[in-house]
């Protein structure tokens, strides 16, 4: 972004952890990890938006966005939908409602996590 590379939060996921320093690697992070890689090496490119609702960045400086396939697939859902990450529902959000009916679809699904 204006040359410089950044670190993107997806807004309203939440996946286990795979590399928070001085904690262990969390059930199913790995997969939810390979999975999101792979999504996004499939396609190359992805197309990046801010939410209206949300702040631009987190507490850690990452920049917030949705992430959304050339298809047209918004990432943070599908991830949500085929249960590699749980709904992060703790600050508002336009797609806050959306996202908790999906993950709560994939619980009644059995789907992963």
């Known amino acids: 972004m204006n040359g410089g ?4 939060r997806f807004i309203g996921v939440d996946t286990p952890e795979t590399h928070k ?10 997969e939810a990890a390979a999975h ?8 190359g490119k992805v197309r990046l938006q801010a939410d209206r609702l949300d ?13 959304y396939l050339p298809d047209g697939t918004l990432l943070d859902e599908q991830i949500i ?3 590699y990450g749980f709904a992060y529902l703790s600050f508002p959000f336009s797609k806050k409602d959306q996202f908790a009916a999906d993950q709560q679809a994939a619980q009644s699904a059995r789907l992963r996590l």
């Open 5 to 8: 590379v950044e670190i993107i």
């Open 21 to 30: 320093p001085n904690t262990p690697v969390e059930c199913y992070g790995p």
């Open 36 to 43: 999101t890689k792979d999504v996004i090496s499939k396609f």
């Open 55 to 67: 702040t631009n960045r987190d507490r850690y400086g990452r920049l917030l966005r949705y992430v």
């Open 81 to 83: 939908q085929q249960g």
